[in-house]
């Protein structure tokens, strides 16, 4: 079953948010989500992000509750920062996400 991708990068503001959610109802609700398993899951890249702060984590938390609206899909960081991990881990959503959720970036990238 092939994932809806979604890729955050640069610095993430709070007045991001919004768009962000709205860039992944789109692809959940959008023209072209027509032909997606309604079981997919939702693998969010953040390998791009600059500077993970509560900003980036509100993101994902709210990005975790658009996919969670759209059927029960399932919310995959990838390539994540250490920053943002601490962060995550910090803030007790590291343990909703779950270890095989919140992939770290590839150090020898």
Known sequence: MTPIEL???GRVTRADVP???AELET??????AAGLD???SVD???GGVVHPDLALVEAVARLGLVARRAGGRELRLRNVPPGLRALLDLTGLAEVLGPARCQ?????V
């Not at 692809?27 to 072209?32: A, F, N, S």
């Open 44 to 46: 969010c890249d953040v």
């Open 38 to 40: 309604p079981r997919a």
């Open 104 to 108: 770290a970036r590839d150090p020898t």
């Open 27 to 32: 692809l959940l609700y959008g023209p072209e």
């Open 19 to 21: 768009r962000l959610c």
């Open 7 to 9: 890729v955050v990068s």
